[in-house]
């Protein structure tokens, strides 16, 4: 029903910069939020940045300061900018969706892209 596409990952020396994209398409009847989580080997996956439709946006605290999400309501993508890369950012990096793909949907659903690794290194 709802179809997300990444792109933007990739390798980057520490202190670099890295934009991710996620495009939101299908049967979108109203798009609620949209975030990045990520989840490096052996450890959980966790939030980096989430935004609703009315732009308030929730970070976690080690990437505050660092890393920008936007979204682009029109599209149906939003965009996370990474700038101050550390080691500890590498990770596979998904986008997620909360979607109402009806009218008359029970409850929004959450959709998740095919996530991108995000490596950091020297």
């Known amino acids: 029903q709802v179809q997300l596409v990444e792109s933007g990952g990739g390798l980057v020396q520490p202190g670099g910069s890295l934009r991710l994209s996620c495009a939101a398409s299908?049967?979108?009847?109203?798009?609620?939020?949209m975030g990045w989580y990520r989840q490096a080997p052996g450890k959980q996956r966790e939030l980096v940045a989430r935004i609703t439709s009315g732009g308030s946006t929730n970070y976690d605290d080690s990437v505050k300061g660092r890393f920008t999400i936007t979204l682009d309501n029109a599209k149906s993508t939003v965009y996370l900018q990474m700038n101050g890369l550390k080691p500890e950012d590498t990770a596979i990096y998904y986008c997620n969706a909360l979607v109402s793909v009806s009218p008359v949907a029970l409850r929004p659903g959450n959709y998740w892209g095919q996530g991108t690794q995000v490596t950091v290194s020297s």
């Open positions: 299908g049967s979108i009847f109203r798009l609620n939020a």
